[in-house]
């Protein structure tokens, strides 16, 4: 699907230009190009000479750049701030949030297909534009939904390894269990057991990295609907999208749903490599992990309170303040009050704060815009407003977080809940589809540009302790 066709076609057009641009501006220029073909990997294939000339560029010409100090703090608090990996999908900025491929959300929803004429985000969209840098036109979106629907056929045993599971496991047990059974079915590893080149490592890592994004949503509502809805399988709709498809295999048609869904997987996606479940699928695939155990690892990651499971306490603690008072129209006071009380036993503000972003999450940003659209007058998402004006002048107050704002948990599971979704529990699964559209595309390109072992360099306490002595 070459947005320019190829590399030699985009030599000719800088030459009509007239100059050779800059790494920077190479970036910049790539990011803001539309798409022209309809097959994804065709797209791919053609992009990839250029990408792995660049990483030679940088590799022969600038090994010895230096890209900042690591300091004690740093070794010591979860290596916040250290230049580590390169991730192609998305950057975040502290003050600016989340750009995919150079553009924001609000550009994403202005520039990338949607169902209908000024929808949200297709998710297929989104994924063309992690995996190539490029905007996909509706053909080609349509196209790959129609490619993912061909490849989301999930094999007896896969629900099988499932049923062995209690009902009464944690959905993301359960979901991980089913990526697990789908490695069986690994093109990767049948590819390199036979001995495929490492020059295309890539073209493995493709198609089990579209058929784990195929099948997941199939996995994932046959979780809910096990564990929730008495067993009761809604099958795929050919006519649907993906993220569609998923809320309908879930068992909610509601066209507003099917939207808020596919604005769901779009802004759950990718938040650059440095998060726990993107770090750990690039970690776990550095040793030639295959798609699948790269991911499973993810979302185990995912699972923790301070990743992915922070969604589900949101609507937790947003439950717990109605039930305090009663009900969810309470005063400022009465709020403020609740949350020197959650604060003062130990407890955190859950959908508040972040480890990169100093100012408010732009995904929290267009969920309240979601909100304000189609459910202004929902008192739990009137709250979840208040909420935002009374916690960070409080947390600002006590001098204890650097970032007070709210973060993507802080809204989904209103919205969700609003539409029928009540299982908090099952909310990090959401995440956990949504993730690997973000994933994916970043295992293609390692595979594509042949990134090493990750093998970084530890060190003891007593080592640590003569260094700072010196």
């Given at each position: 699907?070459?947005?320019?066709?190829?590399?030699?076609?985009?030599?000719?057009?800088?030459?009509?230009?007239?100059?050779?641009?800059?790494?920077?501006?190479?970036?910049?220029?790539?990011?803001?190009?539309?798409?022209?073909?309809?097959?994804?990997?065709?797209?791919?294939?053609?992009?990839?000479?250029?990408?792995?000339?660049?990483?030679?560029?940088?590799?022969?010409?600038?090994?010895?750049?230096?890209?900042?100090?690591?300091?004690?703090?740093?070794?010591?608090?979860?290596?916040?701030?250290?230049?580590?990996?390169?991730?192609?999908?998305?950057?975040?900025?502290?003050?600016?949030?989340?750009?995919?491929?150079?553009?924001?959300?609000?550009?994403?929803?202005?520039?990338?297909?949607?169902?209908?004429?000024?929808?949200?985000?297709?998710?297929?969209?989104?994924?063309?534009?992690?995996?190539?840098?490029?905007?996909?036109?509706?053909?080609?979106?349509?196209?790959?939904?129609?490619?993912?629907?061909?490849?989301?056929?999930?094999?007896?045993?896969?629900?099988?390894?499932?049923?062995?599971?209690?009902?009464?496991?944690?959905?993301?047990?359960?979901?991980?269990?089913?990526?697990?059974?789908?490695?069986?079915?690994?093109?990767?590893?049948?590819?390199?057991?036979?001995?495929?080149?490492?020059?295309?490592?890539?073209?493995?890592?493709?198609?089990?990295?579209?058929?784990?994004?195929a099948r997941l949503p199939g996995i994932a509502a046959y979780i809910y609907r096990?564990?929730?809805?008495?067993?009761?399988?809604?099958?795929?709709?050919?006519?649907?999208?993906?993220?569609?498809?998923?809320?309908?295999?879930?068992?909610?048609?509601?066209?507003?749903?099917?939207?808020?869904?596919?604005?769901?997987?779009?802004?759950?996606?990718?938040?650059?490599?440095?998060?726990?479940?993107?770090?750990?699928?690039?970690?776990?695939?550095?040793?030639?992990?295959?798609?699948?155990?790269?991911?499973?690892?993810?979302?185990?990651?995912?699972?923790?309170?301070?990743?992915?499971?922070?969604?589900?306490?949101?609507?937790?603690?947003?439950?717990?303040?109605?039930?305090?008072?009663?009900?969810?129209?309470?005063?400022?006071?009465?709020?403020?009050?609740?949350?020197?009380?959650?604060?003062?036993?130990?407890?955190?503000?859950?959908?508040?704060?972040?480890?990169?972003?100093?100012?408010?999450?732009?995904?929290?940003?267009?969920?309240?815009?979601?909100?304000?659209?189609?459910?202004?007058?929902?008192?739990?998402?009137?709250?979840?407003?208040?909420?935002?004006?009374?916690?960070?002048?409080?947390?600002?107050?006590?001098?204890?977080?650097?970032?007070?704002?709210?973060?993507?948990?802080?809204?989904?599971?209103?919205?969700?809940?609003?539409?029928?979704?009540?299982?908090?529990?099952?909310?990090?699964?959401?995440?956990?589809?949504?993730?690997?559209?973000?994933?994916?595309?970043?295992?293609?390109?390692?595979?594509?540009?042949?990134?090493?072992?990750?093998?970084?360099?530890?060190?003891?306490?007593?080592?640590?302790?003569?260094?700072?002595?010196?």
């Amino acid at each position: 699907m070459a947005f320019f066709r190829s590399v030699s076609a985009l030599s000719r057009l800088r030459s009509r230009v007239g100059q050779q641009p800059t790494l920077a501006n190479s970036v910049r220029w790539l990011q803001i190009q539309t798409s022209t073909a309809t097959d994804l990997r065709s797209e791919l294939k053609e992009l990839i000479p250029e990408y792995q000339e660049r990483v030679k560029k940088l590799r022969k010409e600038h090994a010895n750049v230096e890209l900042g100090k690591i300091t004690v703090d740093m070794v010591l608090g979860g290596m916040r701030g250290m230049t580590a990996l390169v991730w192609l999908g998305s950057a975040v900025d502290p003050d600016e949030g989340i750009r995919f491929r150079g553009m924001t959300i609000p550009d994403c929803q202005k520039k990338l297909p949607g169902a209908c004429p000024g929808g949200e985000p297709l998710p297929e969209g989104i994924l063309w534009l992690l995996l190539t840098g490029k905007i996909p036109n509706k053909e080609q979106v349509d196209s790959l939904s129609q490619e993912l629907r061909s490849r989301a056929t999930i094999p007896d045993y896969a629900f099988k390894a499932i049923d062995a599971l209690p009902v009464s496991a944690h959905p993301m047990t359960q979901f991980t269990t089913g990526v697990m059974a789908l490695q069986v079915e690994s093109e990767f590893q049948k590819a390199y057991e036979s001995g495929i080149p490492k020059a295309r490592y890539w073209e493995p890592t493709y198609e089990d990295t579209l058929n784990l994004i195929a099948r997941l949503p199939g996995i994932a509502a046959y979780i809910y609907r096990r564990k929730y809805k008495d067993g009761k399988i809604i099958p795929l709709d050919d006519s649907l999208d993906y993220g569609a498809n998923y809320a309908h295999m879930l068992g909610f048609d509601d066209p507003e749903m099917l939207e808020f869904m596919r604005l769901y997987i779009s802004i759950h996606s990718d938040h650059e490599g440095g998060n726990v479940s993107s770090h750990t699928a690039h970690l776990v695939a550095s040793p030639l992990s295959d798609p699948y155990l790269a991911f499973a690892a993810a979302l185990n990651g995912l699972a923790g309170p301070l990743h992915g499971l922070a969604n589900q306490e949101v609507l937790r603690w947003i439950r717990s303040i109605v039930a305090e008072f009663g009900t969810p129209n309470i005063s400022t006071e009465q709020l403020s009050e609740y949350i020197h009380k959650t604060l003062n036993s130990g407890q955190v503000i859950p959908g508040y704060g972040h480890g990169v972003l100093r100012k408010t999450d732009p995904r929290y940003t267009c969920q309240r815009e979601f909100a304000l659209k189609h459910l202004p007058n929902d008192p739990y998402f009137q709250l979840v407003s208040k909420i935002k004006e009374v916690v960070p002048p409080i947390l600002t107050k006590l001098g204890k977080v650097k970032n007070p704002w709210p973060n993507v948990d802080a809204h989904s599971g209103v919205l969700l809940n609003y539409y029928g979704l009540t299982e908090e529990n099952y909310y990090t699964v959401l995440f956990g589809v949504s993730r690997a559209v973000g994933v994916g595309p970043q295992l293609i390109w390692d595979r594509a540009l042949g990134m090493p072992l990750e093998r970084p360099k530890s060190v003891t306490l007593e080592k640590l302790e003569q260094l700072c002595a010196k």
